[in-house]
């Protein structure tokens, strides 16, 4: 399995992921890691509570009882019947209990690509989520932005959104361009912790935007892909994305995304937030970067130079 990435990142995006807040990196990642990543994902799908985090031998991992609760709900058969009858299915955190995903967070390219992009000087692992939508599959992923429900602050969190089936227009991830500038702290309006605190939300804080209401708006650019395995979307936290249904007649639509932390990222807890493994609200220290094993550095810029270096 290779360790680098199959070519270099280009400084042309590296302009467009700073001016739109989103790139797809085309033939990045080599068909072994998207045939062993898609294996395993297929695996963890066929059978989720075989890899639910409340199966881990690490108790200290579930210590925040709000996870805990979380995880229960995720992983209820009863609801795992419900998720599979709608046609779409979300799983999380299986580099804590799965080698292929530890493999993939450790021994990939990913890290590198990301520090490219973000111009990072370093990057650590942040959390890992299986997006499933079946054929026919009507299902949206509503408008939002990322950084609203993770307890952080900071740009350097990019998602790393890699397809292990062929991406059209209609089942595309779609982007608002530029939104990742907007410096507001929205409030999520979706989320086991979120609709918990729905009657908590305060004035100051608005609820994500649905640009599907501004579809006409001349000054709204919306961005979509299509892509082959092997492409990636590399996704800055506060940019506004959606996902309509999976229209195809027979294909899954199955994607990997991973999240990474840079060197200018802080915890910045909130009661709305996700919430981590390993860690409580009185842990993640506001202001103090994420460290320890729970946040593994994956990459280091050779000599420490300033980032940006890429390919011509």
């Known amino acids: 399995m290779n360790r680098r990435p199959l070519r270099a990142v280009t400084k042309e995006e590296i302009a467009t992921y700073d001016r739109d807040g989103a790139v797809c990196l085309r033939s990045i990642l080599s068909q072994d890691w998207i045939e062993r990543m898609r294996n395993a994902c297929e695996r963890?799908?066929?059978?989720?509570?075989?890899?639910?985090?409340?199966?881990?031998?690490?108790?200290?991992?579930?210590?925040?009882?709000?996870?805990?609760?979380?995880?229960?709900?995720?992983?209820?058969?009863?609801?795992?019947a419900q998720r599979?009858?709608?046609?779409?299915?979300?799983?999380?955190f299986m580099w804590l209990v799965d080698d292929d995903f530890r493999a993939y967070v450790h021994e990939s390219p990913?890290?590198?690509?990301?520090?490219?992009?973000?111009?990072?000087?370093?990057?650590?692992?942040?959390?890992?989520?299986?997006?499933?939508?079946?054929?026919?599959?009507?299902?949206?992923?509503?408008?939002?932005?990322?950084?609203?429900?993770?307890?952080?602050?900071?740009?350097?969190?990019?998602?790393?959104?890699?397809?292990?089936?062929?991406?059209?227009?209609?089942?595309?991830?779609?982007?608002?361009?530029?939104?990742?500038?907007?410096?507001?702290?929205y409030w999520p309006i979706a989320g086991?912790?979120?609709?918990?605190?729905?009657?908590?939300?305060p004035p100051n804080r608005p609820p994500w935007i649905n640009y599907n209401e501004r579809r006409g708006d001349p000054n709204?650019?919306?961005?979509?892909?299509?892509m082959q395995p092997g492409d990636a979307l590399v996704l800055h936290p506060r940019s506004y994305h959606y996902s309509a249904g999976n229209y195809h007649d027979t294909q899954t639509r199955i994607?990997?995304?991973?999240?990474?932390?840079?060197?200018?990222?802080?915890w910045d807890w909130r009661p709305e937030c996700l919430s981590i493994p390993g860690m409580t609200p009185e842990t993640m220290v506001r202001g103090t970067p994420p460290r320890g094993d729970l946040f593994p550095l994956c990459w280091t810029r050779p000599s420490r130079a300033p980032g940006r270096v890429a390919a011509e």
Not at 51 to 75: A, F, Q, V
Not at 84 to 92: A, E, P, V, Y
Not at 220 to 226: H, P
């Open 44 to 80: 963890v799908l066929a059978a989720p509570q075989d890899y639910s985090l409340l199966k881990t031998d690490r108790p200290e991992l579930l210590g925040d009882e709000r996870l805990r609760k979380e995880l229960t709900n995720i992983y209820n058969p009863d609801r795992l």
């Open 255 to 266: 994607a990997l995304t991973t999240r990474w932390v840079g060197e200018d990222i802080v």
């Open 84 to 92: 599979r009858k709608s046609g779409f299915l979300s799983l999380k």
């Open 192 to 201: 086991a912790n979120a609709r918990a605190l729905a009657a908590d939300h």
């Open 110 to 185: 990913v890290a590198e690509i990301v520090g490219e992009v973000i111009g990072a000087n370093e990057v650590r692992f942040f959390w890992d989520q299986i997006f499933a939508k079946e054929p026919k599959c009507r299902e949206e992923t509503m408008w939002h932005n990322d950084m609203a429900a993770w307890p952080l602050d900071g740009d350097m969190i990019p998602s790393f959104w890699v397809p292990f089936t062929p991406i059209t227009d209609e089942n595309s991830l779609e982007v608002v361009a530029g939104t990742h500038k907007d410096r507001t702290v």
């Open 220 to 226: 709204v650019r919306f961005l979509k892909w299509s």
